[in-house]
């Protein structure tokens, strides 16, 4: 087993945690001439997180370095998903490309090469550049995909450092050049308990409190997300926060009013990855307290992310 979480650059201090409001105006008269006059509270940062396949790249990197490199390893893939668990299936069609030859540097080529909006990209870089009063604001990823990949994708496009971590499925490649990925949670591991239908081996709403829990408090936690697997995080979030699903995909549908725009026409399902089988919550819909500002596209991204800052600025002033 090695390490769960992509090198982690979360060197920035924590933020003081908040220790309680202003005291009322009758409070503060009372207190004696030689006592300092209560300061205001700094304005927390705001948490921004991430989904990474369709989300960040306009294509799920799992299908695409299939459906790039190896037409048979791509329908093993839709033909298996169903009877293996996701992760030990990329594990495995993995093999298949090394057995096939496929050299590790072609691997990281076509990932660089998957398409990323550059609006995208100035959206994080936005949220990235932007301080709130005791800090600048996070930026994490969470993800079904594996470190490799996004490694390589993030670092091609100058971006890897705007994020303090990426939370997902561990990759390397051995000393043969074959990759091998592992689940975030081990199948030997202690399995997570979640009920709101998140695979074995991730329950984003899960690592996302455990982010909070280490890292806060946020002014607002913001999420972007398209896949099932993040409705999790989705559910747990405040009426203060907000949730982001792309239209066209399975979580707009799910948080969107049926038939409205932010849920949008179904998009293709020819270049997404299956979805995994697990149920979804009853009552989905109703459970989530925070906003939901649906975005299609990379500029949709980049002017809901200029709304919310500009909002939680002016909350905060
Ligand atoms: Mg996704
Ligand atoms: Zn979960």
Same mark, same amino acid.
């Given at each position: 087993? %090695?390490?769960? %979480?992509?090198?982690?650059?979360?060197?920035?201090?924590?933020?003081?945690?908040?220790? =309680? @409001?202003?005291?009322?105006?009758?409070?503060?008269? @009372?207190?004696?001439?030689?006592? +300092?006059?209560?300061?205001?509270?700094?304005?927390? /940062?705001? #948490?921004?997180?991430?989904?990474?396949?369709?989300?960040?790249?306009?294509?799920? @990197?799992?299908?695409?370095?299939?459906?790039?490199?190896? /037409?048979? *390893?791509?329908?093993? #893939? &839709?033909?298996?998903?169903?009877?293996? +668990?996701?992760?030990?299936?990329?594990?495995?069609?993995?093999?298949?490309?090394?057995?096939? !030859?496929?050299?590790? #540097?072609?691997?990281?080529?076509?990932?660089?090469?998957?398409? %990323?909006?550059?609006?995208?990209?100035?959206?994080?870089?936005?949220?990235?550049?932007?301080?709130?009063?005791? =800090?600048?604001?996070?930026?994490?990823?969470?993800?079904?995909?594996?470190?490799?990949?996004?490694?390589?994708?993030?670092?091609?496009?100058?971006?890897?450092?705007?994020?303090?971590?990426?939370?997902?499925?561990? *990759? !390397? %490649?051995?000393?043969?050049?074959?990759?091998?990925?592992?689940?975030?949670?081990?199948?030997?591991?202690?399995?997570?308990?979640?009920a709101n239908g998140?695979?074995?081996?991730?329950?984003?709403?899960?690592?996302?409190?455990? &982010?909070?829990?280490?890292? =806060?408090?946020?002014?607002? $936690?913001? &999420?972007?997300?398209? =896949?099932?697997?993040?409705?999790?995080? *989705?559910?747990?979030?405040?009426?203060?926060? &907000? $949730?982001?699903? !792309?239209?066209?995909?399975?979580?707009?549908?799910?948080?969107?009013?049926?038939?409205? *725009?932010?849920?949008?026409?179904?998009? @293709?399902?020819?270049?997404?990855?299956?979805? /995994?089988?697990?149920a979804v919550p009853i009552g989905a819909r109703e459970r989530?307290?925070?906003?939901?500002?649906?975005?299609?596209?990379?500029?949709?991204?980049?002017? $809901?992310?200029?709304?919310?800052?500009?909002?939680?600025?002016?909350?905060?002033?």
């Amino acid at each position: 087993m %090695f390490n769960r %979480f992509l090198h982690p650059t979360a060197t920035a201090a924590a933020p003081p945690q908040a220790t =309680g @409001s202003t005291p009322p105006l009758s409070v503060q008269m @009372s207190v004696s001439a030689t006592d +300092q006059p209560t300061a205001p509270l700094p304005a927390p /940062p705001l #948490l921004f997180a991430f989904d990474f396949d369709w989300t960040l790249v306009d294509e799920d @990197s799992d299908r695409f370095i299939f459906s790039e490199l190896s /037409p048979p *390893a791509l329908e093993k #893939l &839709y033909k298996d998903h169903k009877l293996k +668990q996701w992760t030990d299936l990329m594990d495995e069609l993995h093999g298949d490309l090394y057995t096939a !030859r496929v050299p590790s #540097l072609t691997l990281m080529d076509t990932w660089r090469r998957m398409p %990323f909006n550059p609006a995208t990209a100035a959206a994080l870089r936005l949220a990235a550049t932007q301080t709130a009063a005791n =800090g600048p604001h996070h930026l994490i990823i969470l993800s079904d995909a594996n470190t490799v990949a996004i490694d390589a994708i993030l670092k091609h496009h100058g971006l890897r450092d705007l994020f303090r971590v990426v939370i997902t499925n561990p *990759a !390397r %490649f051995d000393n043969e050049g074959r990759l091998r990925v592992e689940r975030l949670i081990p199948a030997d591991g202690v399995q997570h308990d979640c009920a709101n239908g998140c695979a074995v081996n991730i329950c984003k709403g899960k690592f996302l409190n455990e &982010y909070i829990a280490t890292h =806060g408090p946020f002014a607002s $936690v913001i &999420y972007a997300g398209d =896949g099932k697997n993040d409705l999790c995080p *989705a559910m747990t979030l405040r009426a203060r926060d &907000y $949730v982001l699903p !792309r239209t066209g995909h399975t979580l707009a549908k799910l948080l969107c009013p049926p038939g409205s *725009a932010e849920a949008g026409a179904t998009v @293709s399902a020819g270049n997404n990855k299956p979805e /995994p089988e697990n149920a979804v919550p009853i009552g989905a819909r109703e459970r989530v307290s925070a906003s939901i500002r649906a975005w299609a596209t990379g500029e949709d991204l980049l002017e $809901v992310v200029k709304g919310i800052l500009l909002a939680e600025e002016q909350a905060s002033a």
